[in-house]
C-alpha cells in the first residue's frame, strides 16, 4: 500500500516548510511520505476529505500545564489535544525536581499527544497557585542538573515564574539561580512575567538571545510597552537580540490593548500559546484555535498565526524536526474549518471584540492516526475563575 492514510483536497497552510495551496498529505507508517498537488487514488488504506478545510502540521502549544492529579494548574492533554489540533504540548515548569518522575511516568509517557517539559528551578514546582520561589532552598539546582540530564529526550528548557506571589521577599534571586541553571545545562529559559516587584528592567537584565519571554501581552504593571505604545527600550533590545515573546493568554496574560498597540506597531508576538490549565480553559481563553482566532481578527494572515504555533515554538526549543508536513517527519496533522459569522472573544479583564472569522478544528491526527474524542475530567473543585472572569 502507497498510503495508510490521504488527506484530501485541504488548503495547506504550513509556512515553516513554504507548503501553501491545495495539495494531498499521504501518511505511511506514522511520518508525512508525500505533500503533493495530487496524490494517486489507488493503494490508499484510508482518505479524509479535506476539501474546504485548512490543514495544517499538528499545533505546538508553547505554554501548557498538563500534569493532571498532582498540581494546582494541571489538565489532561489528550482530550483537549483530540479537540484542538494540538499534538505537541510543551509543559512550561508545571514539574519541579521532586515531582518530574511522576511526571513523566504518568503523564509524557501516558498521553497519546506528545507532551515535553520545561523545569520548574523550583523543585516543588507548581503544586499549589503561587510562592514556589519564595523559600530559596527549594532552588536546588544540583537536583535539577540531575533531573534534567536524564530527561534530556523530554526536558527542553528551565522556567522560571518572577512576580510578586511566586518570589515575594526574595527578589530576583530565584531568577539569578534559573539563569545558571540554564547556562549549566545549556537550553533555554522560559520567564513568566506579570505583576512586580520585581521589575521588568530588572527581569530583562538575566534574559539571554534564545530565552522565551512568557505573558508578553499581559496587561498589568511589568507591561512590556511605554504607555505610548512603543516598545520599552531594553526590551527592544533584547528581542532584536533574539529574546522571544511568546503570548502565553491564560486568566492574566493577555490584553486586547496590549495586543493592539504591539500589532498596530508591527512587533506580532513571536509565539502564539495558550497557558491553558484549570481556569484558563473555562475562558476567556478556552483553548489555542480561539486564541489562534483571536489574532487573525486583529488582522494578522493566516499563515502568519499558524507558524506561530507550529513551526515557531518547535524551533524555540530546538526540535524543528516537529509540527511540519515536510516528508519524513511525523505525521501529526490537523484539519480545520476557517469559519465566517458574527462572534465575540474576550481577553482576561473582558474586554470584548467583534469577530468574523474562527477556527474550529475538524481532525487531529497523531503519528497518523486520527485522535478519538474522549470524555474530560470535571474541573479541580479549586479551580474557580477569578470573580470577574465568572459568566453569569
Ligand atoms: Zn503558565
Given at each position: 500500500?502507497?498510503f495508510?492514510?490521504?488527506?484530501?483536497?485541504?488548503?495547506?497552510v504550513d509556512?515553516?516548510s513554504?507548503?501553501?495551496?491545495?495539495?494531498?498529505?499521504g501518511?505511511?507508517?506514522?511520518?508525512?511520505?508525500?505533500?503533493?498537488r495530487s496524490?494517486?487514488?489507488?493503494?490508499i488504506?484510508a482518505?479524509?476529505?479535506?476539501?474546504?478545510?485548512v490543514?495544517?502540521?499538528?499545533?505546538?502549544?508553547?505554554?501548557?500545564h498538563?500534569?493532571?492529579?498532582?498540581t494546582?494548574?494541571?489538565?489532561?492533554?489528550?482530550?483537549?489535544?483530540a479537540?484542538?489540533?494540538v499534538t505537541t504540548w510543551l509543559?512550561?515548569?508545571?514539574?519541579?525536581?521532586?515531582?518530574?518522575?511522576?511526571?513523566?511516568r504518568?503523564?509524557?509517557?501516558?498521553?497519546?499527544?506528545r507532551?515535553?517539559?520545561l523545569?520548574n528551578?523550583?523543585?516543588i514546582?507548581?503544586?499549589?497557585?503561587?510562592y514556589?520561589?519564595?523559600?530559596?532552598?527549594?532552588c536546588d539546582l544540583g537536583l535539577?542538573?540531575?533531573?534534567?540530564?536524564?530527561?534530556?529526550?523530554v526536558?527542553?528548557?528551565?522556567?522560571a515564574?518572577i512576580?510578586a506571589?511566586?518570589?515575594?521577599g526574595?527578589g530576583?534571586e530565584?531568577l539569578r539561580?534559573?539563569?545558571?541553571l540554564?547556562d549549566?545545562v545549556d537550553?533555554?529559559?522560559?520567564?513568566?512575567?506579570g505583576?512586580?516587584?520585581?521589575s521588568?528592567?530588572?527581569?530583562?537584565?538575566?534574559l539571554?538571545?534564545?530565552?522565551?519571554l512568557?505573558?508578553c501581552?499581559?496587561?498589568h504593571?511589568?507591561?512590556?510597552?511605554?504607555?505610548?505604545?512603543?516598545?520599552r527600550?531594553?526590551?527592544?533590545r533584547?528581542w532584536?537580540?533574539g529574546l522571544?515573546?511568546?503570548?502565553?493568554h491564560?486568566t492574566g496574560?493577555?490584553?486586547y490593548e496590549v495586543?493592539?498597540?504591539m500589532l498596530?506597531?508591527?512587533?506580532a508576538?513571536?509565539?502564539i500559546s495558550?497557558?491553558a490549565?484549570?481556569?484558563?480553559?473555562?475562558?476567556?481563553?478556552f483553548?489555542?484555535?480561539t486564541?489562534?482566532s483571536?489574532f487573525l481578527?486583529?488582522g494578522?494572515?493566516l499563515p502568519?498565526?499558524?507558524?506561530?504555533?507550529t513551526a515557531r515554538p518547535a524551533?524555540a526549543?530546538r526540535?524543528?524536526?516537529?509540527?511540519?508536513?515536510?516528508?519524513?517527519a511525523?505525521?501529526?496533522?490537523a484539519?480545520?474549518a476557517l469559519?465566517e459569522?458574527?462572534?465575540?472573544?474576550?481577553?482576561?479583564?473582558?474586554?470584548?471584540?467583534t469577530?468574523?472569522?474562527?477556527l474550529v478544528?475538524r481532525a487531529t491526527?497523531?503519528?497518523?492516526?486520527?485522535m478519538a474524542?474522549?470524555?474530560?475530567?470535571?474541573?479541580?473543585?479549586?479551580?474557580e475563575l477569578?470573580?470577574?472572569?465568572?459568566?453569569?
Amino acid at each position: 500500500m502507497d498510503f495508510d492514510l490521504v488527506i484530501r483536497g485541504g488548503e495547506v497552510v504550513d509556512p515553516g516548510s513554504g507548503l501553501l495551496g491545495r495539495m494531498d498529505v499521504g501518511i505511511r507508517g506514522g511520518v508525512i511520505a508525500a505533500v503533493d498537488r495530487s496524490l494517486p487514488t489507488e493503494g490508499i488504506g484510508a482518505t479524509l476529505d479535506a476539501t474546504g478545510k485548512v490543514v495544517t502540521p499538528g499545533l505546538f502549544d508553547l505554554h501548557t500545564h498538563v500534569y493532571w492529579g498532582a498540581t494546582y494548574w494541571g489538565i489532561e492533554p489528550d482530550p483537549l489535544a483530540a479537540r484542538t489540533g494540538v499534538t505537541t504540548w510543551l509543559d512550561a515548569g508545571t514539574a519541579g525536581g521532586y515531582s518530574f518522575p511522576g511526571f513523566r511516568r504518568n503523564v509524557i509517557e501516558a498521553s497519546e499527544a506528545r507532551v515535553f517539559a520545561l523545569l520548574n528551578v523550583s523543585a516543588i514546582g507548581l503544586i499549589a497557585p503561587t510562592y514556589e520561589l519564595t523559600n530559596l532552598d527549594y532552588c536546588d539546582l544540583g537536583l535539577a542538573r540531575q533531573i534534567v540530564d536524564a530527561n534530556r529526550d523530554v526536558i527542553l528548557g528551565i522556567k522560571a515564574r518572577i512576580d510578586a506571589n511566586t518570589t515575594r521577599g526574595v527578589g530576583l534571586e530565584p531568577l539569578r539561580l534559573a539563569r545558571k541553571l540554564a547556562d549549566q545545562v545549556d537550553l533555554p529559559m522560559m520567564v513568566h512575567i506579570g505583576k512586580g516587584p520585581p521589575s521588568l528592567d530588572g527581569i530583562f537584565t538575566q534574559l539571554r538571545a534564545g530565552d522565551i519571554l512568557t505573558h508578553c501581552c499581559t496587561g498589568h504593571d511589568n507591561r512590556i510597552l511605554e504607555p505610548d505604545g512603543r516598545l520599552r527600550d531594553f526590551v527592544r533590545r533584547a528581542w532584536d537580540e533574539g529574546l522571544v515573546l511568546d503570548v502565553g493568554h491564560g486568566t492574566g496574560s493577555f490584553s486586547y490593548e496590549v495586543a493592539e498597540q504591539m500589532l498596530a506597531a508591527g512587533m506580532a508576538p513571536d509565539i502564539i500559546s495558550t497557558d491553558a490549565h484549570q481556569l484558563s480553559i473555562q475562558g476567556p481563553m478556552f483553548d489555542l484555535p480561539t486564541t489562534l482566532s483571536k489574532f487573525l481578527n486583529l488582522g494578522m494572515a493566516l499563515p502568519e498565526v499558524i507558524e506561530r504555533a507550529t513551526a515557531r515554538p518547535a524551533r524555540a526549543v530546538r526540535r524543528p524536526d516537529l509540527a511540519t508536513l515536510r516528508p519524513g517527519a511525523p505525521a501529526d496533522v490537523a484539519v480545520f474549518a476557517l469559519e465566517e459569522g458574527t462572534y465575540t472573544f474576550r481577553d482576561v479583564f473582558m474586554t470584548a471584540r467583534t469577530a468574523k472569522v474562527r477556527l474550529v478544528n475538524r481532525a487531529t491526527i497523531r503519528a497518523g492516526k486520527p485522535m478519538a474524542q474522549r470524555p474530560e475530567q470535571s474541573l479541580a473543585p479549586w479551580a474557580e475563575l477569578p470573580e470577574h472572569q465568572r459568566v453569569k
